[in-house]
């Protein structure tokens, strides 16, 4: 988000639930500065940057909406987050804000994956609708990270 390698941001190693650390203030994002540029900026997917106040997330740091999750090790389905297996989850993570300050933490049942994909669609479909403006949209995935679980359909195609 900033063009900078992890450790130039103060950011080094991965975040856990309650960590109080974000990107520097003072730091500029991509998106802001897509926005001083006329682009609209979106995001949709985890956010992983500091999540302990509203302005360390994503709307915080220059997005106009953000659907997902602030952190990365999330179940697919639930949207749970674990520490280790064996344990109670932390709680869920999955949330849809905009830049007005409203919010909505929900309990999005599809495959992470699948609902990502999804609002991404809906999210380019609606700006077009709305604005000749230029669109900067940031889609991640928590895919990539455990729990894996594949919809079944996607291991047919393994």
């Not at 006329?38 to 999540?51: I, T």
């Not at 953000?66 to 090790?73: A, L, N, P, V």
């Not at 999005?108 to 990502?116: F, K, M, N, P, Q």
Request: hydrophobic content about 30%; glycine content about 8%; overall charge negative.
């Amino acid at each position: 988000m900033t063009g900078r390698y992890s450790a130039n941001t103060g950011l080094p190693f991965a975040m856990y639930p309650g960590s109080v650390a974000g990107l520097p203030p003072d730091m500029p994002t991509l998106p802001q500065l897509m926005r001083k540029a006329g682009y609209s900026a979106h995001m949709v997917g985890k956010w992983h940057l500091g999540h302990s106040q509203p302005k360390q997330g994503p709307i915080g740091r220059g997005f106009e909406s953000h659907t997902g999750s602030y952190m990365w090790d999330l179940e697919s389905y639930t949207k749970l987050m674990w520490d280790r297996p064996w344990t109670k989850p932390y709680g869920a993570d999955w949330i849809k804000a905009h830049e007005n300050g409203s919010y909505l933490h929900y309990p999005e049942t599809r495959h992470s994956t699948i609902a990502l994909t999804e609002e991404a669609v809906t999210v380019m479909e609606d700006h077009k609708k709305k604005t000749d403006n230029p669109l900067f949209m940031y889609l991640s995935y928590n895919a990539a990270h455990s729990p894996l679980q594949p919809e079944a359909s996607w291991l047919e195609d393994c």
